[in-house]
């Protein structure tokens, strides 16, 4: 059974949308895959500010041949009936089985469902799922008609089995889905070609991008708290401050940084949301001086 991966990179990401935007990515892909007949072992979510990520494990090669029989109107109704039943049941009249029933002979229908490659419905559930993507706010570039939160870039979408990876044919309004990703913006530029997803998490890590929002938001935290303790100082938990920097950066690196004995005159309860909420690229906590010498 082959997994799945896919990646729709674009510009930063607003912190706040992150969480809620990897879930409906999650939610919508899986959801249609399903009701397209495409059922699947796992699925994981992941965000950063530039990139979601979707890696489904054990999906179906195809969707199965379906067969159903429904039962239409007795021999010898109307000929109105007989063909609104055709209609629905989409064959014709000569494909008509006639069946002893209780009730008299009946007319059934048996009608045969073909399975679909898995790549063929990827491709149209991604498309709607992009389309139609539930972000609070998005915004159209270019003179293309599409929508997203901020500028997309690409779609890595890769079938990959033991017999290799295919790239998932899809294009969508001139982005055409590739096998390419990219690293750090600044550390580490330009395309990455992956082949699955544990491929495509080892390298963006060699390329100073942390993949995991729980992994980026522990190493914020256990980083600061060495600084701080190294310092004497102690760390003023605050988890919503902390979710928030993990999703402004991609690579997290702590720097420690220590306010003059003139800053410190005004009240914490003032100091500290001014810090907070005008100084995001140093949001990794607030750090106090031990309790005999709190504000």
């Known amino acids: ?25 999650k939610k919508r892909v899986t959801d249609g895959l399903v009701e397209a007949g495409l059922t699947y072992g796992g699925a994981a979510a992941f965000s950063t500010p530039r990139r979601l990520t979707l890696a489904l494990e054990g999906l179906l090669a195809a969707s199965p041949t379906l067969r159903e029989e429904r039962k239409g109107p007795k021999v010898g109704a109307p000929d109105k009936a007989i063909e609104g039943f055709l209609r629905g049941a989409g064959i014709s009249r000569e494909q008509l089985q006639e069946r002893d029933t209780p009730k008299g002979a009946v007319y059934f229908a048996v009608v045969e469902k073909t399975g679909r490659p898995a790549a063929e419905i990827i491709a149209e559930v991604l498309d ?59 550390m580490a530029p330009g395309e990455i070609v992956v082949t699955g997803f544990e491929d495509y998490t080892a390298k963006l890590k060699r390329a100073y991008v942390v993949l995991d ?83």
């Open 1 to 25: 059974m082959p997994d799945l991966l896919i990646e729709l990179f674009s510009e930063e990401i607003p912190a706040r949308m992150q969480a809620r935007a990897a879930e409906d990515l």
């Open 128 to 186: 709607a799922t992009v389309r139609n993507f539930p972000w609070p706010k998005s915004m159209r570039w270019g003179a293309g008609t599409l929508r997203w939160v901020r500028p997309l870039h690409s779609i890595l979408c890769v079938l990959s089995d033991e017999n290799g990876a295919e790239v998932v044919p899809l294009e969508l309004e001139g982005i055409q889905a590739g096998n390419t990703t990219q690293g750090h913006r600044f």
């Open 213 to 295: 929002p729980a992994e980026r938001r522990e190493a914020i935290w256990q980083e600061a708290s060495n600084q701080a303790f190294a310092r004497g100082l102690e760390l003023v938990e605050d988890k919503g401050l902390l979710t928030e920097v993990a999703g402004l950066v991609e690579w997290p690196v702590v720097l420690l940084g220590i306010l003059t004995p003139n800053s410190w005159s005004c009240r914490q309860r003032c100091c500290r949301p001014v810090c907070a909420n005008t100084r995001s690229f140093s949001r990794s906590g607030t750090l106090r001086r031990a309790a005999s010498r709190a504000l």
